[in-house]
């Protein structure tokens, strides 16, 4: 049987993280829970009691979206699990993050270790435990996701980490929950992972982000212009820079993951997440650089199809408008997104790279491409 281990903090030798986790702007998430008791009755007879602490489980957890999510669900008062293969540890302190608070985070996180493709395992160790609700915040097929469902059978609802990038292409944006979506899309596992959830008859609500930056980020969104500009570099973006994106803040993120848990209007629902403005390429480096406090950069544009970068990425987004419509979460939910923008450039920039630390060291192999060529044919 597996067990749960219950972190103390004498058990972490690790170095703290160089990157801190503020209290949310110093507010307490307060989520669906009513001093009644409100009760619905999924379609397979679960009954589920919004005023309840939950039992959950969490699959991933140790690393950006997970950090903020898990912390928020422990000061709600639920018992938290985190389903990892150990290779990173449970329970770091984040810089900033009191001795006190994490203290308290520490002494009651659970960890329950192993891999999820070990389907077996899955299904053996979490029907032993048993869990109400399951937050999968890393999984990307179907098939990942069954031996869960099966080993859960009484299980009130699973929150699924989908994303945005799941819709078709289209000339009318924003994207909505209801426009069409691209079973080729390199997202084709997520969206297989929502019809299965349906099929089963589970009680289920599907979050898509758009792009997702802040602290921690391992993805190089802000991170790659902030490497640019520390080091006085132009900013190298394709085509003319006013493709307009959409930008969402993880602890927003965070946050309408906790709205909807026990929310019987988030019952087998999508939901688009992400940030109230849309930004162009152009304003997103200048956005950054106002974040941290950088001069405003020279731009170079360039045509993407007059060279050959190889397997290299030479941009972090897709040369496209690209960007969602959140009304739905706002009204349904009564979720809003905190941060704006360059409020939020400069929350992941002060608590992150302006402390030094970063996920990916600079690249600028196809920007001195991009830029050669640029200065050959002035």
């Known amino acids: 049987m597996a067990r749960l281990v219950t972190l103390q903090q004498n058990q972490l030798s690790a170095p703290p993280l160089a990157s801190y986790l503020s209290d949310f702007s110093g507010t307490r998430l307060h989520s669906q829970i009513q001093l009644k008791r409100k009760v619905w009755r999924p379609k397979r007879g679960f009954t589920v009691l919004a005023s309840s602490n939950k039992k959950i489980l969490i699959m991933g957890g140790t690393r950006f979206i997970g950090v903020f999510l898990s912390r928020l669900l422990i000061k709600e008062g639920h018992q938290v699990t985190l389903f990892t293969r150990g290779k990173?540890?449970?329970?770091?302190?984040?810089?900033?993050e009191s001795d006190s608070d994490f203290a308290d985070f520490s002494s009651k996180i659970l960890h329950l270790k192993g891999d999820r493709q070990d389907f077996e395992f899955v299904k053996s160790s979490l029907s032993a435990e048993g869990f109400d609700v399951v937050y999968d915040i890393n999984g990307r097929e179907a098939n990942e996701v069954e031996p869960i469902i099966d080993a859960l059978p009484n299980m009130e609802q699973y929150?699924?980490?989908?994303?945005?990038?799941?819709?078709?292409?289209s000339d009318l944006l924003p994207h909505c929950e209801t426009d069409a979506v691209d079973p080729k899309s390199r997202h084709k596992?997520?969206?297989e992972t929502e019809s299965m959830l349906e099929s089963k008859g589970v009680n289920w609500t599907s979050i898509r982000p758009v792009y997702i930056y802040g602290p921690l980020n391992y993805n190089p969104v802000e991170e790659w212009f902030f490497h640019r500009l520390k080091a006085g570099r132009p900013i190298p973006i394709p085509s003319s820079g006013i493709q307009v994106t959409q930008l969402g803040h993880v602890k927003d993120l965070a946050k309408a993951f906790v709205k909807v848990l026990a929310n019987a209007k988030a019952s087998r629902q999508v939901f688009n997440i992400s940030g109230d403005k849309y930004v162009t390429f152009d304003g997103l480096a200048k956005a950054c650089a106002k974040a941290g406090g950088f001069p405003e950069p020279e731009i170079i544009h360039y045509n993407p199809k007059d060279y050959d970068f190889g397997k290299k990425k030479a941009f972090p987004f897709r040369d496209q408008h690209f960007f969602a419509s959140i009304e739905k979460a706002k009204s349904v939910l009564g979720w809003e997104p905190e941060f704006g923008l360059v409020e939020g450039l400069a929350d992941s920039y002060n608590l992150d790279f302006g402390r030094g630390t970063y996920r990916k060291e600079a690249d600028f192999s196809t920007d001195d491409m991009i830029l050669?060529?640029?200065?050959?044919?002035a």
Do not use: D, H
């Open 88 to 96: 990173a540890p449970i329970a770091q302190q984040l810089p900033g």
């Open 159 to 169: 929150i699924y980490c989908s994303s945005a990038g799941v819709y078709l292409k």
């Open 189 to 191: 596992g997520k969206l």
């Open 372 to 377: 050669g060529k640029a200065l050959v044919t």
